[in-house]
């Protein structure tokens, strides 16, 4: 990816060295590792993609299955709406950033401006630079994405306090057929023992694949809200989705006392519908 000109007003990296590699070479290392070791299952191309936001020694593995559905279709995509939660400032509905370009140790990524101001005119959609300063939810997709796609724009969303449809019509504003991917960024359960994990995590899972944004909350998953916005939005597309992977920090490099919960889905045309 280029470096940011002078002129342009760029998001740095906020958690390079803490929830990824901050070298460059170490980074577009673990990444391969990750792409590398991920299944390839015969899936339609996808429209739209959950992916974990955590650090990458856990769910690292996790967002590898996701983002290595891409390589047959990388060439094609453009740009690429992320959709998480607000961690850090509290927001008064959705938040998208007033800057040029997102920095990771990878390079720099260039925010498609025309897409934001057609999100601006949403009543639901708020302007804070603040709410996108601090937040790893978005930041940690964007070196698979950086890895796998030649080049594409990105529309960086955060969710605050807002409702499934408001999502789902900020994704109806920017999503523009098969050039747009979409992904939503969302962690599962969080801090329960491995068993009660295993357990939620399975009917979360079981609900996204059903469609049943209703089934989701707070307490299933961190980007409850992104999820079901998507959901409800690929609902509308004639999309279903697929399970990737599911495990928890207890598979990866936790104790089992206290973990958190990750899981990737692709999401394709349902029988019947085309991706257009």
Sequence with gaps: MPAATAREKVRPAAVAGRFYPADPARLRAEVARFLAEADAPATAAPAALIAPHAGY??????????????RGVAARIARVVIVGPAHYVPVRGIAIPTVDAFETPLGTVAVDRAAL???????CVIESDRAHAPEHALEVELPFLQAVLPAFRLVPVLVGEARPQDVAEVLA??????????????????????????RLDAATAAAIERGEETALGPARACGWLAVAGLLRESARRGLAARRLALCNSGDTAGPREQVVGY??????????HSLH
Excluded: E, I, M, N
Excluded at 117 to 123: E, I, Q, V, W
Excluded at 173 to 198: E, I, K, M, N
Excluded at 263 to 272: K, L, N
């Design 57 to 70: 020694v856990y769910s690292g593995r996790v967002a590898g299955a996701a983002f290595a559905t891409l």
């Design 263 to 272: 899981g990737a889905w692709s999401f394709a045309p349902a029988a019947g």
């Design 117 to 123: 101001a057609a999100l601006a005119t949403l009543a």
């Design 173 to 198: 504003r920017v999503w523009d057929g098969p050039r747009t991917l979409v992904v939503a960024s969302s962690d599962l359960s969080h801090y329960h023992d491995y068993d009660t994990a295993r």
